[in-house]
């Protein structure tokens, strides 16, 4: 099975917390800037408390205290005192109740000015004798101005250490941890490569992580399964052909005692048969001993005319369509002799053929040979169904397996009204 291309799985983890970190970056930017604004305005509001309750601390003591005015701070009896800037009103129609702050930005009422302006604070409450108090903060960014750049400037300095700092030690735990991840993942593919390619058991590397070490422990299982399973396939192949030589030798016996003596007309088309089948069934056990071998070593090999033997593979099973109005076509490029394993071979090429002649009742069958290529097709008009895979029994599995170990390619195409077998020869 072929998976689409994907990123590693370190990869994903440090995009993945890469994209975290930036966000909180941005997150604690921000929170720090709205902090700070916060921090002054919470600053003049509690300074301007503390004047109210200082002048009314005294003013109960004595109505006749004065004002304590100052530069920023300056109290107002039942009123706010008329101010002007640039022909504007600064509290025209400014309405409070009793407790309440109020931040008035001249900036945002001249809007054709770009000069800092000054901001005025206001607070207001009643005294004991009912007399309504008003406290006026004036922030004058012309008194200030150098000194509350110099703030700004040392609060963003202060920010961009915090923000840098978080980013260094975030990226460096970050790539330290994605590096860990990252070697144990690539071990454990390598290792899990190497132990499916080449299955020796032996003790499971410690992979650190427990769900890593629950995979190796659940491939190294699950390769003992197959291992074991393989084992007993192999040992049923080759127990059951070394059974089968037995009768098959008993079969060959009388056959060639049959040879030896006159039979009767009817009886040679059976005996032919027999003979065939005994063949066959030779072939198949010969071929089942090699493939349950753990050799890699090929059959023995011979010279085969490919011409002439697909001409008797076909002419042994032509029985099959005895009856049936079904139309062989041969076609084969005159080549020379070519050495390959011959039982294997005509295994698969009986197969082929046999398959071809008996699911064809009506229609037409096309073998043949060219550029080193055999192609065993065939049409019948009178089916309904497409065959299947599972209609060819141990016959095509079998030559499956024998393709797969010579390294040929075989290639089995169902159409509409039959099959197309196409066997590449090396």
């Not at 499916?196 to 992580?209: G, L």
């Amino acid at each position: 099975m072929k998976f689409s291309k994907s990123s590693p799985l370190k990869n994903r983890i440090s995009y993945f917390f890469l994209s975290i970190i930036f966000i909180s970056v941005i997150a604690f930017a921000w929170f720090m800037d709205e902090s700070f604004g916060s921090g002054l305005e919470k600053s003049a509001k509690l300074r301007l408390i503390s004047e109210y309750n200082g002048y009314a601390r005294e003013y109960e003591k004595d109505t006749s205290t004065p004002f304590k005015n100052s530069y920023v701070i300056s109290f107002y009896f039942d009123e706010l005192p008329d101010i002007w800037v640039e022909n504007i009103q600064v509290f025209d129609g400014f309405k409070l109740n009793d407790g309440e702050f109020e931040a008035v930005f001249v900036n945002e009422l001249l809007l054709e000015s770009d000069d800092y302006e000054p901001i005025y604070v206001v607070y207001t409450n009643k005294l004991h004798d009912g007399r309504q108090l008003y406290v006026v903060a004036i922030y004058d960014f012309a008194l200030v101005g150098d000194d509350f750049d110099a703030l700004q400037v040392s609060q963003i300095s202060f920010v961009l250490s915090v923000v840098f700092s978080y980013l260094i030690l975030t990226i460096l735990a970050l790539w330290y941890y994605s590096n860990i991840i990252g070697k144990k993942t690539s071990h454990l593919v390598s290792w899990a490569e190497e132990t499916s390619n080449n299955f020796v058991e032996k003790d499971i590397p410690n992979f650190k992580f427990n769900e890593f070490n629950r995979v190796a422990d659940c491939l190294v299982s699950s390769l003992k399964n197959n291992a074991r399973l393989i084992d007993q396939e192999k040992r049923f192949l080759a127990h059951a052909s070394h059974e089968l030589r037995t009768p098959i030798a008993i079969i060959k016996a009388n056959l060639e005692i049959f040879e030896k003596i006159e039979v009767s007309d009817p009886a040679k088309r059976p005996l032919m048969r027999l003979e065939r089948a005994s063949a066959n069934m030779q072939l198949i056990t010969e071929t089942l001993l090699w493939l349950a071998r753990q050799s890699e070593c090929k059959p023995t090999e011979s010279w085969v005319d490919f011409p002439h033997l697909l001409t008797q593979l076909i002419e042994e099973q032509k029985y099959l369509i005895q009856g049936e109005d079904v139309q062989v076509i041969t076609e084969f490029d005159e080549v020379d002799s070519q050495l390959v394993p011959l039982s294997p071979l005509m295994i698969v090429l009986n197969n082929l053929i046999r398959n071809a002649f008996q699911y064809t009742h009506n229609g037409w069958i096309k073998i043949s040979f060219k550029d080193n290529r055999i192609l065993i097709e065939n049409y019948d008009t009178d089916k309904v169904d497409e065959p299947s895979v599972d209609g060819f029994g141990l016959g095509l599995e079998l030559t499956q397996r024998i393709c797969k170990k010579l390294d040929w390619k075989l290639g089995i195409h169902f159409q509409e009204k039959g099959v197309l077998a196409t066997l590449y020869l090396p």
